[in-house]
């Protein structure tokens, strides 16, 4: 059951208020004074969900400042807590400065009971709303306290819960010597989540080597691997070791391993499953403690399927599989991974931190670094613009309910529709104008309009 408190020194307004509330399946709690309101709001259990509450309570008095006290009050206590401003006088300024202090909306006496119910309606399910997302929010939080004292993040910054899956199944995984295949598209930092495993693992002390097959040619992958002998190849004037022999101890990390050669892969898989290899050119068998952990764009089931890619190798590899999402799928991190990568040498505007988020970032992370690198450069220090971005426009916002679109500058004609489409609820044509209810409020104190009632 949802609770609504009335705080009206009026009996007949609380006694017509509580029933209509009722009628809508809402428990009224009443309150005749500021002070009895007040006591009423701290001991309620369960705690009120929104407060109806007027603006004057001393006969023939008319200034609204008893309520302003009323509100400063419920606002200092509970500063969640939707409320209602409630009263005959209707003054457009006055009704700003409440708004702008945290008032949820204004409704003048005589109500419509079919625009307060559905005022009403609207903040509680906003505050049901709000409620969930906080609960979530301090779930993931303390996921992500409990995360960063089992794993060292080396400073990567998110905020998204799938980022946060990711790294929890990589906590999981890191001190095990099992192999490791990270699958995200290009972009995504698949080698930095690659070190992350290696700098909670075993072999943290041991070497990080990194290896991009598909950087190199088919014919010198095997000699990257496992090392040559002099005259091993052309070019090949002295004997070096390849990339296991230096990750001796640590951690070996290949990156688009679907781009191995089928011969590479018959190499690598018999070194994952004994420790020995040979150099290329030489027959002397040596031997390495690695822990591999590979990368790929590709569908590497795919790839089997077609022969491309050996199934025995595929299934050593795959003994655990961490997946990077797209920056697409993981929106949180855009503007937290955006204003990073500034380090605080620009600021975002709005506007440019709604461009970022209409974005798709085929590019990923790696896009994003590159796009806040440029316009922190063409901004010189100032706030970024969209242009700074050089990012294409988004689409046109879509029509709304009253048939105008979303605006940041409404005319006073499509302010007026939007107020009498939405029954004088400013909640409501505020948002079907793309605008905050402060932000309508200016725009009709501008136009030199009067609250709808």
């Not at 302003?68 to 206590?77: D, G």
């Not at 598909?214 to 010198?220: E, R, T, V």
């Not at 044509?429 to 932000?439: I, K, M, N, V």
């Amino acid at each position: 059951m949802r609770h609504v408190l009335i705080i009206d020194d009026n009996a007949g307004v609380r006694e017509a208020l509580a029933l209509l509330l009722s009628l809508h399946d809402i428990e009224p709690l009443l309150a005749d004074s500021p002070a009895q309101g007040l006591a009423l709001l701290a001991r309620a259990r369960p705690p009120v969900d929104l407060v109806i509450q007027d603006m004057n309570f001393s006969a023939d008095t008319t200034s609204g400042e008893e309520g302003a006290a009323l509100f400063r009050a419920i606002r200092a206590q509970h500063p969640d807590l939707p409320v209602i401003l409630l009263t005959a006088w209707t003054r457009l300024e006055a009704a700003v400065e409440l708004v702008k202090a945290g008032a949820a909306d204004y409704l003048a006496k005589p109500w419509d009971d079919h625009k307060l119910v559905a005022t009403v309606e609207n903040l509680l399910e906003l505050g049901e709303s709000n409620r969930a997302l906080s609960q979530a929010r301090q779930a993931r939080q303390a996921r992500r306290a409990q995360l960063t004292q089992r794993l060292d993040l080396a400073g990567l910054v998110f905020a998204s819960d799938a980022m946060l899956g990711t790294l929890e199944l990589a906590a999981q995984v890191a001190r095990t010597e099992l192999p490791v295949l990270i699958s995200g598209p290009n972009g995504s930092g698949k080698e930095r989540l690659a070190a992350i495993v290696h700098a909670n693992s075993a072999q943290r002390t041991g070497p990080f080597v990194a290896l991009n097959c598909g950087a190199l040619p088919a014919d010198l992958i095997e000699a990257e691997l496992f090392g040559s002998e002099s005259g091993a190849y052309t070019g090949a004037h002295k004997a070096r070791e390849g990339r296991f022999e230096a990750a001796d101890g640590g951690t070996l990390f290949l990156d688009e391993i679907g781009t191995l050669p089928l011969a590479g892969q018959v190499k690598l898989l018999r070194v994952l499953e004994t420790g020995r290899f040979e150099r290329l050119g030489s027959s002397r068998t040596r031997s390495s403690q690695v822990r591999v952990i590979s990368a790929t764009n590709a569908d590497l089931k795919a790839m089997v399927a077609e022969g491309s890619f050996r199934e025995d190798l595929y299934y050593r590899l795959n003994v655990f599989e961490l997946r990077l999402p797209p920056l697409a799928e993981r929106r949180e991190d855009i503007l937290v991974l955006a204003e990073h990568f500034l380090a605080g040498a620009a600021t975002l505007s709005e506007a440019a931190r709604e461009a970022l988020l209409a974005h798709r970032w085929p590019g990923n992370v790696r896009e994003l670094k590159n796009v806040m690198a440029r316009a922190g450069l063409l901004a010189a220090g100032a706030s970024i613009q969209p242009q700074h971005l050089g990012l294409q426009a988004a689409a046109p916002a879509a029509a709304s309910a009253t048939g105008h679109r979303n605006l940041d500058e409404p005319s006073r004609e499509a302010v007026q529709a939007a107020l009498t489409a939405a029954g004088g609820v400013v909640s409501r044509a505020a948002q079907a104008l793309g605008l905050s209810r402060q932000a309508l409020y200016r725009r009709m104190e501008r136009y030199g309009m009067a609250e709808a009632s």
